[in-house]
C-alpha cells in the first residue's frame, strides 16, 4: 500500500508562488512515477504535471507550461510542485497520485493507483 501526504496549500495572490509537497511512504518512492492533478468546483479532475522515477522528462499541461515545476527527491520520499505566476484558474483542489510500479507515464488519471486527500489551492485576483 502507498500512503501520500499534500503540504503546502493556501491562499496567494494572483502572481504568487506557493511549493506543494507531496510525502510518499509504503513502498520504494523510486519505483513510483508521480504525478499532480488539480480539481476545481464542479469540473472534472485535470492533469497538471508528472514526474518519472529517475526525476527526468518532466510532463506538463499546457495551461501550466513555463510557470510550473515538478520535481521529486527520492532521498526524502517527497515530490514537490513549484507553482510561480500564479493565477485565479489555478484555484483548485491539487492532488497528488502514484503510479506503482512506474510503467505508464501517463497523464491520464487512470494510470495512477494511489491518491492522496488533496490540498486546497486558492489564488485571489
Request: glycine share 12%; net charge positive.
Amino acid at each position: 500500500q502507498v500512503q501520500l501526504v499534500e503540504s503546502g496549500g493556501g491562499l496567494v495572490q494572483a502572481g504568487g508562488s506557493l511549493r506543494l509537497s507531496c510525502a510518499a511512504s509504503g513502498r520504494t518512492f523510486s519505483m513510483y512515477i508521480m504525478g499532480w492533478f488539480r480539481q476545481a468546483p464542479g469540473k472534472e479532475r485535470e492533469f497538471v504535471a508528472a514526474v518519472s522515477r529517475s526525476g527526468g522528462n518532466p510532463l506538463y499541461a499546457d495551461s501550466v507550461k513555463g510557470r510550473f515545476t515538478i520535481s521529486r527527491d527520492n532521498a526524502k520520499n517527497t515530490v514537490y510542485l513549484q507553482m510561480n505566476s500564479l493565477k485565479s484558474e489555478d484555484t483548485a483542489v491539487y492532488l497528488c497520485a502514484a503510479d506503482y510500479p512506474g510503467t505508464s507515464y501517463s497523464t491520464g488519471a487512470w494510470a495512477y493507483e494511489y491518491w492522496g486527500q488533496g490540498i486546497q489551492v486558492t489564488v485571489s485576483s
